[in-house]
């Protein structure tokens, strides 16, 4: 049984009123909502409360939950509008600045350029790198920055981003092609790749 179908076995229970099932699902997807969340308000703090929020908003929404997503999908669209909403009552835009960590920039899109021998050379390659690529989410409009970090971060598949930002499908390969396009093009200097390569 895969994990869209369990999570859809917990959704069915605490529908039923399960709160057990509930806070299992809250104990599986805590974490990567609160990960998801930091990179819009960037506060722990705040991050932890907004996850908080979010999750009972989900649970309070859960009757009308019909599955048509996986509910991770429809709980990060949940976690992203809980986050929008509250920069928004704060007079706050969602930030240009998505960081990368060394782990999470491992997660990304060929990575093996940052897995050679560790070497004074190569880390400090591995750190120029992620200092690039967080450049250049920087200067990404929020739909590209949001598009990639939910592809290359999260692992959503297309489908599922689609869902999420509420958006065709189509749209979502764009944002993520322009989105690529942007990193490949402030990487190329470092990397010494040509215009042909993308890394």
């Known amino acids: 049984m895969g994990d869209r179908e369990v999570d859809q076995q917990l ?16 104990g599986k997807y805590q974490r990567r909502l609160g990960r998801l969340i930091n990179r819009f308000v960037r506060d722990a703090a705040e991050a932890e409360d907004l996850t908080q929020e979010a999750f009972i908003k989900a649970y309070r929404a859960l009757p009308a939950f019909r599955g048509d997503s996986a509910f991770y999908t429809w709980l990060y669209r949940i976690g992203i509008n809980t986050a929008k909403n509250h ?11 998505t960081a990368f960590d060394a782990e999470e920039a491992e997660d990304f899109e060929d990575a093996s350029l940052l897995h050679e021998v560790a070497t004074p050379e190569n880390e400090l390659m591995s750190k120029q790198v992620v200092a690039v690529v967080n450049s250049s989410l920087q200067q990404l409009p929020e739909d590209l920055r949001t598009a990639l970090t939910l592809r290359e971060i999260e692992g959503l598949s297309y489908e599922e981003i689609a869902s999420v930002m509420n958006c065709p499908i189509g749209t979502v ?16 200097p470092l990397l010494g790749t040509n215009e042909n390569n993308r890394w």
Do not use: K, Y
């Not at 959704?11 to 809250?26: I, K, N, P, S, Y």
């Not at 390969?173 to 190329?188: D, G, K, P, Q």
């Open 11 to 26: 959704v069915e229970r605490a529908q039923r009123g399960d709160r057990h099932a509930f806070e299992l699902l809250v």
């Open 87 to 97: 920069l928004l009552a704060q007079g706050r835009r969602a930030p240009t600045n």
């Open 173 to 188: 390969r764009s944002r993520i092609f322009r989105a690529r396009e942007v990193v490949a093009t402030n990487l190329r």
